[in-house]
């Protein structure tokens, strides 16, 4: 987050990407293909130059996959800061949502058998003058963070 994004006065409290957990699927999916298409390729009969460029193809194919999937995740943050929870997304255009401490009613956090086990789950914001939830999906630690902006909405009721 730049501090050019930031309120005047306003500090960073604590900030955090979706788990890693989130990039085990597409990479595993990336990895798996490549080795299939490796396979694949040394089962046909081809020339020898061509084997060699079709496999540099399936590598620098599965590698560019990975790598906008990482670029993906890092793209995707959660902000705590003293005034607001901030949510930024995107890689080429930017999306960012925050919502005011002041104007949160209820935090809800769930963890699935798989998000207790690797440290992950969502946090469901509800906040004053929006129909629908926000949800911050896949947060590592996500009751650290819960008490985190408990801690701040108690800090902002009692100034």
Do not use: C
């Amino acid at each position: 987050m730049n501090a050019r994004d930031l309120l005047p006065g306003e500090r960073v409290l604590a900030s955090s990407s979706r788990h890693w957990i989130v990039l085990f699927r597409p990479i595993s999916a990336a990895v798996l293909a490549m080795l299939i298409g490796w396979v694949i390729l040394i089962l046909v009969p081809v020339a020898g130059e061509l084997k060699l460029f079709l496999a540099l193809g399936i590598a620098l194919a599965g590698l560019g996959i990975v790598n906008l999937y990482y670029w993906g995740w890092r793209a995707h943050e959660y902000v705590l800061t003293d005034q607001r929870v901030i949510l930024n997304e995107g890689i080429l255009s930017k999306f960012s949502r925050s919502i005011a401490i002041d104007r949160i009613q209820d935090l809800t956090t769930f963890q699935g058998v798989w998000g207790r086990a690797w440290g992950f789950g969502d946090i469901e914001l509800e906040s004053a003058g929006r129909e629908s939830a926000e949800v911050l999906s896949t947060v590592p630690r996500p009751q650290q963070l819960r008490n985190a902006i408990f801690a701040q909405m108690e800090a902002r009721r009692s100034r």
